[in-house]
């Protein structure tokens, strides 16, 4: 079965009962597979060292069957992209949400090739 790999778990406080939960309803996206969490809450891209490792040890399974769902810091988002494509030999599927359906697309990339326009 797929994996969704989702970059970075997104809590919130919840006002009445001063808990952190999650500030997403990521259950719509389980149709596409087992969610998985890359990065924790408090990671930040001022240090890049260790958030590539975490990325390398998270994604080092990742194929061209399985999906990102770019949740969390555009620099966490852009890091776990260029790496899943590194171990998915440049295909990368992600889930776009469709707010009109209330439900994930997959939105499939070939990042590696690229596209070069034909001469009129």
């Known amino acids: ?17 001063g808990e952190l939960v999650p500030r997403f309803d990521l259950s719509a996206a389980a149709e596409f597979g087992q969610l998985e969490f890359l990065l924790s809450p408090s990671a930040k891209p001022f240090d890049p060292e260790p958030i590539a490792r ?20 555009p620099v966490l988002i852009g890091m776990s992209t260029a790496v899943a494509a590194y171990y998915s030999e440049g295909i990368v599927n992600f889930l776009q949400w469709h707010g009109k359906d209330r439900r994930y697309v997959a939105v499939r990339a070939d990042i590696d090739e690229p596209v070069v326009a034909e001469d009129e």
């Open 1 to 17: 079965m797929a994996v969704v790999y989702v970059v970075q778990k997104q809590l919130m406080l919840d006002r009445e009962t």
């Open 54 to 73: 975490d990325l390398h040890a998270g994604l080092e399974n990742f194929t061209e069957d399985d999906y990102l769902l770019l949740v969390g810091n």
